[in-house]
């Protein structure tokens, strides 16, 4: 276990289950991802520069790490090639946004509206008093690898405490309800990854007995740039059952890793039967 640069990190050869993620969905999905990366979404944006911020808590040094791009749109220089007055994303917005990327090549730059998202997101963790103590009192980015199944595997927990024998991941959510969150880990696969983790950790002889997720109300601005909802966070604690449960996908996943690998066959979905709902059919049609 090691605590390093991310991108010393992202050089290493192993697994990541981000990567095995999309094994999920096919091997050749795995395989395009593995060859050609995967481009961040906006959300996933404000995720790292939440986690990079976290890293560093008690200390405030968000206005250090992070250059604000200004609103280019809104500026009275931007105009169309006829001269009008624009609000849209121009030419002459985006030769200003490049000038900007360029004198602030060593920062993430944010939005002002994705900035303010952050900061909002901070101070709910500050004011949820369990949340503070884990972030303040862990270990926080801990790179490890590993072998899971017989393949080579890499990790980096958001935070973990040995001593307590606990790690967590910081996520974000538009729905903070232990239902509503709860489906989001469900649908994304928050819960498989926590347990490809757990199972890292078992590899070092470490067998977590308690896994929790920091879930922080990811709430979007109105177009005045004000909101209808508090900075709220949650912490949540993750059945160990919800983990056992994911661990024969993951023996089942590396298992046919080796073999795509061995083969340097990398199959899609495939053709068969589609699958259709039982909410979705009459009674008279269940099947089961």
């Keep these: 276990m090691e605590n390093i640069p991310f991108d010393d990190y992202v050089a290493w050869p192993e697994i990541n289950v981000s990567l095995l993620t999309h094994a999920r969905k096919s091997w050749k999905q795995f395989a395009y991802v593995k060859q050609h990366g995967y481009q961040p979404k906006t959300n996933t944006r404000v995720g790292t520069a939440l986690h990079s911020l976290v890293e560093c808590l008690p200390v405030d040094n968000f206005d250090a790490m992070f250059a604000i791009m200004p609103d280019f749109k809104s500026y009275q220089?931007?105009?169309?090639?006829?001269?009008?007055?624009?609000?849209?994303?121009?030419?002459?917005?985006?030769?200003?946004?490049?000038?900007?990327?360029?004198?602030?090549?060593?920062?993430?730059?944010?939005?002002?509206?994705?900035?303010?998202?952050?900061?909002?997101?901070?101070?709910?963790?500050?004011?949820?008093?369990?949340?503070?103590?884990?972030?303040?009192?862990?270990?926080?980015?801990?790179?490890?690898?590993?072998?899971?199944?017989?393949?080579?595997?890499?990790?980096?927990?958001?935070?973990?405490?040995?001593?307590?024998?606990?790690?967590?991941?910081?996520?974000?959510?538009?729905?903070?309800?232990?239902?509503?969150?709860?489906?989001?880990?469900?649908?994304?696969?928050?819960?498989?990854?926590?347990?490809?983790?757990?199972?890292?950790?078992?590899?070092?002889?470490?067998?977590?007995?308690?896994?929790?997720?920091?879930?922080?109300?990811?709430?979007?601005p109105l177009a005045d740039g004000s909101y209808n909802e508090a900075p709220d966070c949650a912490v949540y604690d993750i059945p160990m059952i919800a983990i056992e449960n994911q661990f024969p996908e993951i023996d089942r996943l590396l298992d046919e890793y080796r073999q795509c690998l061995e083969k340097d066959d990398w199959p899609g979905i495939g053709n068969g039967e589609l699958f259709i709902p039982n909410w979705a059919m009459n009674d008279a049609e269940l099947v089961g």
């Design 77 to 220: 220089h931007n105009v169309t090639g006829k001269g009008e007055r624009s609000f849209a994303r121009t030419t002459w917005v985006e030769q200003r946004e490049a000038e900007f990327s360029s004198e602030h090549p060593d920062s993430e730059i944010l939005s002002v509206a994705q900035y303010d998202r952050c900061r909002r997101m901070v101070l709910a963790i500050q004011q949820n008093t369990e949340a503070y103590e884990m972030v303040t009192n862990s270990m926080r980015e801990l790179s490890l690898r590993g072998e899971i199944q017989g393949v080579q595997c890499k990790g980096r927990l958001d935070g973990s405490s040995i001593d307590a024998g606990c790690f967590w991941d910081l996520k974000t959510t538009r729905d903070i309800s232990a239902v509503g969150f709860g489906r989001t880990a469900a649908n994304l696969a928050y819960v498989f990854k926590m347990a490809f983790y757990w199972r890292l950790l078992a590899a070092h002889g470490m067998e977590a007995q308690s896994v929790k997720f920091i879930a922080v109300l990811d709430a979007v």
